[in-house]
């Protein structure tokens, strides 16, 4: 009988890239470069099952026309690089991985508020330019976040495992927005009725909510005139949630204190004079970034294609 056949979008964890290559036919990219938008298009055509990354840009103008391809098993728990209701009009099925990457988004989440808090990124800079000179009183003086308020948007996996490690690591006081009622965010927290009420009331702010859609500059330059002069805010989530010529103006005027980003609002281009500010802690995607992780991510997909080609309701279908 004949095997599927996937394409993989991008280089995976060598060993998922050898379970999918043990059940199913698969094409692996071995160079590792991201699919033109002609290439995604071409893939949907050749393949039974087209596994992209978040980089891969599938809008309707890629996922409409004539297709091959019976499912899109996305390498990420975001999905809000895919046209959904273009996949379903054109008969996909798409799934994600949640669960798998949850600590260590919330980790990556929780290092860049403890980076920009205490300086930290600022520091090895000045280590590595050979320019520290010595233990000063005054030196490179940060924030404790000890004992302050954290507030969340989007208490979903990742903001509860978020928010359980700034309040038991932390003593954070916790409040948090959610787009639905949250009857358990797992440590002592306030939902709060709006957005707005979390960027007032914090002294640290974390995203965790979803790309696209609604949230597409959910942080805008209103909003970010609502937080503290003295907060700093964290998105670990999509970047598109952030409108970064607006982060910028607030950044340059004090209207807040800094950010750590770990995602861009068009990646892989980071805003310049977001990387030229000093108040300002940026990582490359880092959020899943373990070994384990990226392992088990891909696990996921071939648990979630393998269902589908036996003609199972893969676990995590989104659409």
């Known amino acids: 009988m004949t095997k599927p056949r996937l394409i993989v979008t991008r280089r995976w964890p060598e060993e998922v890239e050898a379970a999918l290559s043990e059940r199913f036919d698969v094409v692996l990219n071995t160079e590792d470069v991201a699919f033109t938008p002609d290439q995604l298009k071409s893939a949907l ?16 103008d890629i996922l409409t026309g004539g297709h091959r391809a019976k499912i899109i098993g996305n390498y990420g728990v975001g999905f809000n690089h895919i046209d959904v209701e273009a996949a379903k009009a054109a008969g996909l099925v798409v799934t994600n991985t949640p669960d798998v990457l949850t600590d260590a988004t919330a980790d990556i989440a ?11 990124y600022e520091g090895e800079q000045m280590l590595r330019a050979g320019e520290w000179t010595g233990w000063r009183p005054t030196q490179l003086m940060g924030v404790s976040p000890q004992g302050k308020t954290l507030g969340i948007i989007g208490m979903g996996r990742i903001g509860k495992a978020m928010a359980k490690r700034c309040f038991h690591a932390l003593d954070m006081k916790v409040v948090f927005y959610d787009a639905f009622p949250v009857a358990d965010a797992g440590v002592p927290a306030t939902q709060l009725a709006t957005v ?9 702010v974390s995203l965790h909510c979803p790309g696209g ?26 970047g598109d949630i952030i409108d970064e010529a607006a982060l910028v103006e607030a950044l340059a005027a004090g209207t807040i204190a800094g950010a750590g980003l770990d995602v861009f609002e068009r990646e892989p281009k980071v805003t310049e004079a977001l990387a030229a500010m ?20 891909g696990m ?11 003609g199972r309701e893969p676990r995590d279908r989104v659409a």
Not at 48 to 58: A, I
């Open 45 to 60: 055509a050749e393949c039974d099952g087209l596994l992209p990354t978040v980089t891969d840009k599938l809008g309707a």
């Open 110 to 120: 929780l290092t860049l508020l403890l980076n920009v808090a205490r300086r930290t």
């Open 196 to 204: 707005e009420e979390v960027l007032a009331a914090s002294d640290f």
């Open 213 to 238: 859609g609604a949230n597409i500059h959910l942080i805008n330059a209103e909003r970010l005139k609502l937080m503290k002069p003295s907060a700093i805010l964290v998105n670990s989530a999509r």
């Open 278 to 297: 000093p108040n300002v802690c940026l990582l490359p995607h880092l959020g899943s970034a373990t070994r384990e992780t990226r392992v088990a991510m």
């Open 300 to 310: 996921r997909v071939v648990e979630n294609v393998t269902a589908f080609f036996e």
